[in-house]
């Protein structure tokens, strides 16, 4: 076939098979390069849409896709959304009883499946090898190829045997995909899975349909359960530092009547998978989970991603609120900080023994500081930590963006803090932390300041017109500006720095972020909507009904029967015949037969129970300008 040919073919197959209309950023070349044989490599972000990149191709051309994936769990979930769309796909792994497998072979044998998920370490099994020469393997795809590189943050030993398929099947084309790659692992993929020429394929990483927001962290659970209570149809993922925390934090969410689980890794495997199943099936709404949650969830429509704690670093965070919003649609990423969770983390990497683990984890707890308290677009900080420019000015979709920090001249506060700092240590010949500055300032009577005489200072008690937290926020401000060092070797005390002597010594003019008190949770319906699909919600409602009764028929979660992209067209554009239907994002052939009159029927009672909804939209079809 022409490269014409194979691309409109690509076309054809994408909304017969999986009933999308368009592509992605860069699916489109890269399944084209793919169809044409070349070897790939493909940094695209979560939800970027990875797992067609290998599917549209096996489709289209004869033999089988062999597809290596590190998670036992995913596999099955991408088997049942092949097999909805009616793709022939299997998958082989630990978790199959011997007569399950010896089927799946014999099929195998006969060339009955276009895609086969295994697990790295079967591949390289020797009578497995045997095995893929006589099924007429026609390409590999290397899922979460980062896996590959040690210097990835994931890395699996199993994975360094894939170095040898190349050798064995030197004319196959190979293509690795991942979400996560830094220049070094990006280098140790290409060169391991020895990769030729490859066309080489880097995304943007920026997530238009999330919302970034930073809260101030105060009394986390009201806030937590207040947020979840006005959004009570949706699912979300909030992080704890803790396995206790996250435990304490779904009973209290269930005692204020949230269906709400936790997941941690000290919980018994069958637990896990229990909390896990039941959040993916639609049963429970909220997970609250330590870190350990995530990486086998294919989740398309998890709605808030929320960090109750401080993350440790920024690309941890980048990738935890990357598993809202696969789907496209808006969703949420909230994080709440407060200066006490810093501290903490401080006290705790003050600990650890490893100078150089030290360093590294002050420098990443530095950066995401940076990324709480900085008045700059957050989209633009999170970007910039993946080397990537954010040409766009305003985002329109942060709370820096929507509700730009106001700037004060800050000189008088900033010279009190920094002379307050010059004065303690003049007197005591030795320096204090954040808070007992401020107790001086605000005039603490507390037992440190008096027993070091400190309420006999000239900076005692000269803080009245800000309240605690303000002072804080402005220390921490005079901190990330270079006026002021906070030694993380010794308690965090704080020293002017020479740009801070020379400051306080000329009264140079300084500008400080105005204190806020705004709650931001009252207003988040402002921020953008990007990707939203604004429909009948009743309908959206009776349609989530109709979908999650076929999901347990089916034995699938209720997203591989139809996304919440598809369920919202219907409930915009109100088909009541299969060709409307199959117009319908997400719609392909297969699904449009099994679930289309399920739906069909669903969408007509409504429109005969509710006459008055939908004459827009016929008015729309029936009467063209
Ligand atoms: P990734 O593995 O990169 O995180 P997935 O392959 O899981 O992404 O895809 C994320 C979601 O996007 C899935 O729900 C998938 O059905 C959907 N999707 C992928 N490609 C398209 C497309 N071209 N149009 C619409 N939806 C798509
Ligand atoms: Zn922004």
Redesign the pocket.
């Known amino acids: 076939m022409s490269k014409d040919s194979l691309d409109d073919a690509a076309l054809k197959a994408?909304k017969r098979h999986f009933g999308?209309e368009?592509?992605?950023p860069l699916?489109e070349e890269i399944i084209s390069d793919s169809l044409q044989g070349s070897d790939i490599f493909a940094l695209?972000p979560?939800?970027?849409?990875?797992?067609?990149c290998y599917q549209l191709p096996a489709v289209i051309l004869d033999g089988l896709t062999v597809v290596i994936s590190p998670l036992i769990a995913l596999m099955k979930d991408q088997v049942d959304g092949l097999e909805a769309n009616g793709v022939p796909a299997t998958f082989l792994n630990s978790s199959l009883n011997k007569t399950e497998a010896k089927k799946r072979y014999a099929r195998l044998f006969a060339g009955e499946y276009r895609i086969l998920y295994v697990a790295p370490e079967r591949l390289m099994l020797s009578s497995f090898l045997e095995d893929l020469r006589q099924w007429n393997v026609h390409r590999f795809a290397v899922d979460e190829a980062h896996c590959i590189s040690e210097w990835g943050h994931d890395f699996r030993p199993e994975y360094r045997q894939l170095s040898n398929l190349r050798s064995l099947f030197p004319d196959l084309p190979f293509l690795a995909l991942t979400?996560t790659a830094t220049d070094r692992v990006q280098t140790d993929i290409l060169n391991q899975l020895r990769l030729k020429n490859p066309k080489t394929y880097v995304a943007s990483f920026n997530r238009p349909n999330l919302t970034y927001r930073v809260e101030t962290k105060q009394a986390v659970f009201q806030q937590i359960l207040r947020y979840t209570q006005n959004r009570p149809f949706d699912s979300g993922i909030i992080y704890c530092h803790s396995r206790k925390a996250t435990e304490s934090l779904a009973d209290r969410l269930r005692q204020s009547g949230i269906e709400a689980l936790p997941y941690h890794a000290g919980m018994t495997p069958l637990k896990r998978i229990e909390n896990q199943e039941s959040f993916i099936r639609d049963e429970t709404k909220v997970i609250c989970a330590t870190i350990a949650f995530g990486m086998g969830i294919?989740k398309?429509d998890v709605r808030y991603v929320i960090h109750q704690d401080l993350p440790k670093n920024v690309e941890g965070y980048y990738q935890e609120t990357g598993r809202a919003g696969?789907?496209?649609l808006p969703s949420d990423c909230i994080l709440f900080f407060s200066p006490g969770d810093v501290a903490k983390q401080l006290q705790f990497i003050s600990e650890k023994r490893n100078r150089k683990e030290r360093d590294v984890a002050s420098e990443q707890l530095r950066q995401m500081v940076h990324y709480s308290e900085s008045s700059e677009c957050r989209r633009k900080t999170l970007l910039a930590y993946f080397s990537e420019e954010w040409p766009h000015g305003n985002c329109g979709n942060c709370d820096n963006c929507q509700y730009p920090k106001k700037t004060i001249d800050g000189t008088i506060p900033a010279q009190k803090f920094m002379s307050c700092i010059f004065r303690v240590q003049q007197a005591s010949g030795f320096s204090v932390g954040i808070n007992h500055i401020v107790d001086v300032l605000l005039g603490s009577q507390n037992e440190k300041v008096l027993k070091w005489g400190h309420n006999r200072l000239s900076t005692y008690n000269i803080g009245q017109e800000y309240k605690r937290a303000d002072w804080q926020a402005f220390g921490r401000e005079l901190v990330r500006e270079g006026y002021i060092e906070q030694n993380p070797e010794n308690h965090s005390v704080l020293e002017l720095t020479s740009k801070g002597r020379l400051a306080l010594k000329d009264r140079t003019p300084i500008c400080l972020t105005q204190p806020v008190s705004i709650d931001k949770s009252q207003t988040h319906s402002r921020y953008s909507q990007t990707g939203a699909i604004d429909c009948d919600e009743s309908l959206f409602a009776t349609l989530r009904a109709v979908r999650k009764e076929l999901a347990d028929e089916h034995g699938v979660p209720p997203y591989i029967v139809f996304?919440d992209v598809s369920l919202r067209e219907m409930a915009r554009d109100f088909p009541t015949d299969e060709a409307q239907l199959s117009e319908i994002?997400g719609v392909g052939l297969k699904k449009l037969e099994r679930y289309g009159e399920n739906f069909l029927s669903a969408i007509t009672e409504y429109l005969d129970a509710n006459p008055d909804t939908g004459i827009e939209a016929l008015e729309n079809t029936a009467l063209p300008e």
Do not use: C, E, Y
């Open positions: 994408l999308h368009s592509f992605r699916q695209l979560t939800g970027g849409g990875k797992s067609l979400a294919d398309p696969r789907d496209g996304s994002s």
